[in-house]
C-alpha cells in the first residue's frame, strides 16, 4: 500500500467518525451495533483500515449518507 493510500484510508476513518456522531451515537460500538455491522470490524474502518466497497456503502447506508455527502466535506485536495 502507499502512503496515499493509507493518508485516504486514514481521512475515511475520520470522516466515518464524524459522522457517526453526528448521528448522536458517541460509542462506534453502538452504532455497529444497532446497524448490524461487526463492532470489531466497524472500529477498524473508523481507524482507517481497509474495506471492501460494499462494507462500505452499507456503512454509508446506516449513515444515511450518499457517497457524494460523505466525500463532499473533509476531501478537498491538499496542496
Not at 2 to 9: A, F, M, Q, T, Y
Not at 44 to 69: C, H, I, N
Request: without cysteine; charged residues 35%.
Amino acid at each position: 500500500m502507499e502512503k496515499n493510500d493509507n493518508v485516504d484510508l486514514q481521512r475515511i476513518g475520520r470522516r466515518l467518525q464524524e459522522l457517526r456522531k453526528a448521528k448522536g451515537y458517541s460509542n462506534y460500538e453502538y452504532f455497529a451495533f444497532e446497524h448490524s455491522i461487526p463492532r470489531a470490524q466497524y472500529g477498524r474502518y473508523e481507524k482507517g483500515q481497509d474495506m471492501r466497497l460494499s462494507s462500505f456503502f452499507k456503512v454509508l447506508r446506516a449513515l444515511e449518507v450518499t457517497p457524494v455527502e460523505f466525500f463532499s466535506t473533509g476531501f478537498e485536495e491538499e496542496k
